[in-house]
């Protein structure tokens, strides 16, 4: 999985073969094949585990363990969890460029928005039922459409495909004011950085 990562910061996942894989792995296929079925699958596991990780870093906001305001839980929760995408670009990356052609990179993909989806649905109820949070679209909808557009614009970003866009790190004001003005209203940012 080291190996596949080192390989995609300097290829595409089109590019890697098993027999690349392994060489920079110094392994054998033999030994490749005992752990993995497909091309893809060092991928997928590493994919997996790294969103494990987002999903720790978020546990404050979904899990309300925090004693700080909601925005600013959210704001730190969502920062930390930024910085292992920008870490690990390079696999978030290859799995946005390649999910929709293979069905196990999709099946990964669209588990994990759901889990998100469901966590964070469930804290904006919590939210909206003390009146923290604004009421407004149904809670599982607003979700989806901040996870799908946030990781869509982290990839766009860590490309570097549109130029009024910055880069990952600099996005990140820019799409919390989203999630924030979303959930709880236009003066939510000014409410996060008290």
Same mark, same amino acid.
């Given at each position: 999985?080291?190996?596949?990562?080192?390989?995609?910061?300097?290829?595409?996942?089109?590019?890697?073969?098993?027999?690349?894989?392994?060489?920079?792995?110094?392994?054998?296929?033999?030994?490749?094949?005992?752990?993995?079925?497909?091309?893809?699958?060092?991928?997928?596991?590493?994919?997996?585990?790294?969103?494990?990780?987002?999903?720790?870093?978020?546990?404050?906001?979904?899990?309300?363990?925090?004693?700080?305001?909601?925005?600013?839980?959210?704001?730190?929760?969502?920062?930390?969890?930024?910085?292992?995408?920008?870490?690990?670009?390079?696999?978030?990356?290859?799995?946005?460029?390649?999910?929709?052609?293979? *069905? &196990?990179?999709?099946? $990964?993909?669209? +588990?994990? @928005?759901?889990?998100?989806?469901? #966590? %964070?649905?469930?804290?904006?109820?919590?939210?909206?039922?003390?009146?923290?949070?604004?009421?407004?679209?149904?809670?599982?909808?607003?979700?989806?459409?901040?996870?799908?557009?946030?990781?869509?614009?982290?990839?766009?970003?860590?490309?570097?495909?549109?130029?009024?866009? *910055? &880069?990952?790190?600099? $996005?990140?004001? +820019?799409? @919390?004011?989203?999630?924030?003005? #979303? %959930?709880?209203?236009?003066?939510?940012?000014?409410?996060?950085?008290?």
């Amino acid at each position: 999985m080291e190996a596949t990562e080192r390989l995609l910061q300097r290829f595409p996942l089109s590019e890697l073969s098993v027999e690349r894989i392994c060489d920079e792995a110094g392994t054998s296929r033999a030994t490749y094949y005992h752990y993995f079925g497909s091309r893809t699958a060092p991928l997928a596991a590493l994919a997996s585990e790294l969103w494990d990780d987002v999903f720790a870093e978020i546990q404050p906001f979904v899990g309300g363990s925090s004693d700080s305001a909601p925005q600013r839980t959210i704001s730190d929760s969502f920062k930390a969890a930024w910085h292992v995408w920008i870490d690990h670009s390079a696999v978030f990356r290859a799995l946005a460029e390649n999910w929709r052609s293979d *069905p &196990d990179l999709e099946q $990964l993909w669209v +588990t994990i @928005i759901n889990r998100f989806t469901t #966590s %964070i649905a469930a804290e904006i109820d919590r939210e909206r039922g003390a009146g923290v949070a604004l009421p407004g679209p149904d809670s599982h909808e607003l979700a989806s459409v901040l996870l799908w557009s946030t990781a869509h614009c982290l990839y766009i970003a860590g490309s570097h495909l549109d130029g009024h866009m *910055p &880069d990952e790190a600099g $996005l990140f004001d +820019t799409m @919390i004011t989203v999630w924030l003005r #979303s %959930i709880y209203g236009t003066r939510a940012e000014i409410a996060s950085t008290e």
